[in-house]
Nanobody, 127 residues
Framework: QVQLVESGGGSVQAGGSLRLSCAAS???????????MGWFRQAPGKEREGVAA???????NYADSVKGRFTISQNNAKNTLYLQMNSLKPEDTAMYYC??????????????????WGQGTQVTVSS
């Protein structure tokens, strides 16, 4: 089993930056060989959407809405996932979730392909 815990959310003005972290614990083998890790977000009244994903080999995938502003990365042990968010906009306001997939190997932004989820961290961007 794998547990994911997000941190780093908060309130920031438009144009500011935040760095989210996701700490993975549990089976070291499962964590290291996770096929894909991703960040998702859900704003009130909206569907959860994929923001960024990273494959085991470091290949990344981003939603068009965050390309050039957000960067997903992992530490070498692959037990901590990061999301650096720059040039934040009010429309980035949402609960952000970390997710892991043991079933796919590509960096998918499809939430239904992820089987491990954190509890979320709130990001609020004011104009």
């Amino acid at each position: 089993q794998v547990q994911l815990v997000e941190s780093g959310g908060g309130s920031v003005q438009a144009g500011g930056s935040l760095r989210l972290s996701c700490a993975a614990s549990g089976s070291a083998y499962s964590i290291y060989y996770m096929g894909s890790m991703g960040w998702f977000r859900q704003a009130p009244g909206k569907e959860r959407e994929g923001v960024a994903a990273i494959e085991h080999d470091g290949t990344t995938n981003y939603a068009d809405s965050v390309k050039g502003r957000f960067t997903i990365s992992q530490n070498n042990a692959k037990n901590t996932l990061y999301l650096q968010m720059n040039s934040l906009k009010p429309e980035d306001t949402a609960m952000y979730y970390c997710a892991g997939s043991s079933t796919v190997v590509r960096g998918t932004l499809n939430q239904y392909e992820y089987n491990y989820w954190g509890q979320g961290t709130q990001v609020t961007v004011s104009s």
